[in-house]
């Protein structure tokens, strides 16, 4: 076997904190905190309806009684997601049956309305997850047992998927084409959520309490986390190829907070946090198997957890992941770094990730195209000319009308095939674009690159 590359990988504790935080203390499958390249967002402790925190990353402060908040929902929010492709841009998702999109202008007054409302559960929503390669492509798990897709502009869900069972998680894959989840029959579920059919379907855990679903990226593996029979803490690797039975199952300790795992597709490392737990684990997948890495370990126990995006790292410390943790009424953050002694730029440890810039739109996707997310460098240099180039998909939702007016200005037969075709050449083109940009940007990389080796050689001949 090769030797494991990040066995020195360790944790380490931001010194500012938020303080007076109040989180939430209801139960529920999300982690209750999500963090992205400018905001952490958390569900709030609050006596009717639903609301939540949104604050300022890289501003930790003691917040004051009147912080404003997104309120808005009708009941208790049970999940929420920043979107991708714009840090502006936060899904919720609750036991009133709605999911709600909300633009975060500014943190000075409460948000109480929502930029959009999707209604079409017939329970509350558990769990929701954007896509993470297609515009505006929202995924949904709700007690009324189905997982929905939704084209968030039409304010529609396209396609439902029933499950027959109470879902614990879900999870894109990769590319976007498919959802993981894992459900309170005990079972598995691999969705194509455009064909509106399961296309795998296995026993896992055979504990009681909650188990989780993740992808692990381009390895064409997946895990599953949950409980034995005795409700010690494991977790299964999957072969996506062969998932008749899993390759290995990891016994990890009794603890009774249920895991969540995060992948780290750049690194190929995965991650283990649990609700109430004091420590991260980590494992590097190499070989076809999940090997301990080592822990993050505090002395203060987390509520819970959240990774932000990879592009939001610092690399001049090669710190190559940062998590949010929520304290008893505080928000810290921990950086897990990779000591390196050079003082450069790390090309193992920082590859191209995901941007800001979707790899197709709603329409693509339902139309049945797959793409891969287009991706950035993270070297210094070049952060500022990639951001300029970044171009997104922008919300474009017209205001509903009256349904009197809307059926005097209801474009006949002809018309509407103009329209048709006119709207079908625009994404073609804004597709068009958009892969000319990933050219551009792959091109950017690759002279990087050679570059670098360049450098290296010419030093060597010296």
């Known amino acids: 076997m090769k030797a494991l590359r990040f066995k020195h990988l360790y944790g380490e504790e931001m010194k500012s904190k938020f ?3 109040t989180p939430t203390t209801i139960t529920c499958d999300s982690t209750m905190v999500k ?5 952490t967002a958390l569900l709030w402790q609050t006596g009717g309806g639903g609301l939540v925190c949104v604050l300022r990353s890289d501003k930790p402060a003691k917040l004051p009684f009147d912080t404003p908040m997104i309120k808005g929902h009708q009941g208790t929010i049970l999940d929420l997601d920043w979107y991708p492709f714009d840090d502006e841009y936060l899904a919720t998702s609750s036991q009133d049956q709605n999911i709600c999109v909300w633009k975060i202008n500014d943190l000075t007054t409460d948000i109480t309305e929502p930029l959009t409302t999707l209604s079409g559960h017939d329970k509350k929503v558990n ?5 993470p390669t297609s515009a505006w492509v929202l995924g949904s798990a709700s007690h009324d047992q189905t997982v929905k897709v939704w084209d968030v502009q039409a304010g529609t869900a396209r396609n439902t998927i029933n499950a027959n069972a109470l879902p614990y998680s879900i999870d894109w894959n990769l590319n976007g084409s498919l959802i993981g989840s894992s459900w309170n029959d005990k079972k598995l579920k691999i969705i194509d959520p455009r064909q509106q059919t399961l296309t795998l379907e296995v026993n896992a855990h055979q504990g009681t309490k909650p188990q989780r679903f993740a992808w692990l990226g381009s390895t064409g593996y997946f895990v599953s986390v949950g409980f034995n029979k005795t409700q010690g803490r494991e977790f299964s690797l999957w072969n996506a190829s062969n998932p008749s039975e899993p390759v290995s199952t990891t016994q990890i300790d009794t603890g009774s907070g249920v895991l969540y795992p995060y992948w780290d597709e750049q690194l190929k490392v995965l991650y283990l946090s649990g609700k109430g737990d004091s420590s991260i684990k980590y494992f590097e997948f190499l070989d076809g198997q999940l090997h301990f890495l080592n822990q993050y370990t505090s002395n203060k126990p987390g509520k819970s957890y959240a990774f932000f995006p990879k592009r939001a790292v610092d690399v001049n410390i090669c710190e190559v992941n940062r998590v949010a943790k ?11 770094i990779a000591p390196r002694k050079a003082n450069t730029f790390q090309e193992d440890l920082f ?13 693509q996707f ?7 997310a287009v991706l950035i460098s993270l070297k210094p240099d070049q952060q500022q000319q ?25 474009p006949n037969a002809q018309d509407a095939q103009k329209i048709a075709q006119l709207e079908s050449t625009v994404q073609n083109q804004q597709q068009q674009i958009m892969d000319l940009q990933a050219q551009v940007q792959n091109l950017q990389i690759q002279n990087q690159e050679l570059l670098g080796q360049l450098s290296k050689y010419e030093q060597q001949q010296y």
């Open 19 to 21: 303080e007076q935080v």
């Open 366 to 372: 339902f139309g049945g195209q797959n793409a891969n």
């Open 35 to 39: 963090a992205n390249g400018l905001y």
């Open 127 to 131: 769990l929701i997850q954007w896509n």
């Open 351 to 363: 590859p191209p990730c995901p941007g800001t810039q979707p790899a197709q739109t709603a329409a």
């Open 326 to 336: 929520i304290e008893e009424n505080a928000l810290s953050y921990v950086q897990l």
């Open 386 to 410: 990639q951001q300029q180039q970044q171009q997104n998909v922008v919300f474009t939702q017209q205001p509903q009308k009256p349904q009197q007016q809307q059926q005097l200005t209801q």
